[in-house]
């Protein structure tokens, strides 16, 4: 049993060596091409997420929107039939609407407010890289260069922030990085403090954004 064990553990130590003469000779071998194949490797992801998101795109019936130049300066915007990406077209209104300059959008509660905010903004982003969106054909999208959507906040404990010191930074971050090619979304501005602030605040910032 010992002279069978001994043998086994020779066995083991002269494989693992000539595995690992295999695997050098291998990567001596492949090490002019790994230039090449990490290109190849970068594409060949890239093309199979395209397949992937073309086959999504027309199983869902989405489509591809016009999208401006890259030398104009149009910023409008004209939606047709935009409907919230993670709903089926079967299962959504979709909404038309021409887009131009700074809006304010009011209307009730459970109306639908951040669903269109949402939707049309990844529609607008979608189509900026060049992919189908929800969308129906005859939509005129510009090119942006940046794109801010702030949603509710609430209380982070682990960070010590409280909901309005969190709304309160991402109003730093978008007045530090937007500019006027940026498509800006704001939705619910100002719900960590009173009524009578957050108003003050969502107007200020309103101002700021029109000059």
Known sequence: ????RL?????????EAAVRREMQALCAELEPCLPALSVAAHWSLIF???SAHVG??????????????????????????????????????????????????????MAGKSSLLR?????????????????????IIPRFDAFFLRTA???IPSEGKSAFAQEMDDVAILASE?????????????????????????????EWLGK
């Open 119 to 139: 939707g049309t903004l990844a529609a607008a982003l979608l189509a900026n890289v060049g992919l189908f969106a929800p969308l129906e054909e005859g939509s």
């Open 178 to 206: 937007c500019g006027p090619r940026s498509l800006i979304m704001l939705d619910e501005l100002g719900r960590g403090t009173s009524a009578r602030e957050g108003s003050a605040l969502g107007v200020a910032l309103l």
């Open 56 to 109: 999504c795109a027309m199983m869902k019936r989405w489509s591809l929107p016009c999208l401006q130049g890259v030398d104009s300066d149009d910023r409008r915007m004209s939606v047709v039939g935009c409907w919230p990406y993670w709903l089926p077209r079967s299962s959504a209104a979709p909404n038309s609407f021409d887009w131009s300059g700074l809006w304010l959008l009011t209307a009730p509660n």
């Open 153 to 155: 906040s609430f209380d």
């Open 1 to 4: 049993v010992r002279e069978a």
């Open 48 to 50: 199979s997420s395209l």
């Open 7 to 15: 043998g086994y553990l020779r066995a083991c130590a002269e494989m």
